[in-house]
């Protein structure tokens, strides 16, 4: 089991940036590939960006490429989210998820291919 635990979201205006942490505690966070996903009211959970166990590979969704980067710290079981030049419509709860890969360079961007979730931290962007 891994047990996966958010912090970082909050209120900020468009433009701004915020950085996103997900502390993982439990099994050997290194052979886990790592997500982050967003859901807004009303929409479906949607891929943010994921990155491989070895931090070698990440995949970004183009709705948030150029703006938001995904990276991971193996010494601290910590995985970040770099959130610069926030619009509105990145106004979601933000979940980190994780995948035992082994030693593969798989990175899924898929929901259903994420085993463990953390439970969310709330961002809002004003206009």
């Known amino acids: 089991q891994v047990q996966l635990v958010e912090s970082g979201g909050g209120l900020v205006q468009a433009g701004g940036s915020l950085r996103l942490s997900c502390a993982a505690s439990g099994r050997t966070f290194s052979n886990y590939a790592m997500g982050w996903f967003r859901q807004a009211p009303g929409k479906e959970r949607e891929f943010v960006a994921g990155?491989?166990?070895?931090?070698?590979?990440?995949n970004t969704a183009d709705s948030v490429k150029g703006r938001f980067t995904i990276t991971r710290d193996n010494a601290k079981n910590t995985i970040y989210l770099q959130m610069n030049s926030l619009k509105p419509e990145d106004t979601a709860v933000y979940y980190c998820a994780g995948r035992l890969v082994g030693t593969t360079t798989w990175v899924p961007v898929a929901s259903h291919d994420y085993n463990y979730w953390g439970q969310g931290t709330q961002v809002t962007v004003s206009s």
């Open positions: 990155i491989s166990w070895r931090g070698d590979r990440s």
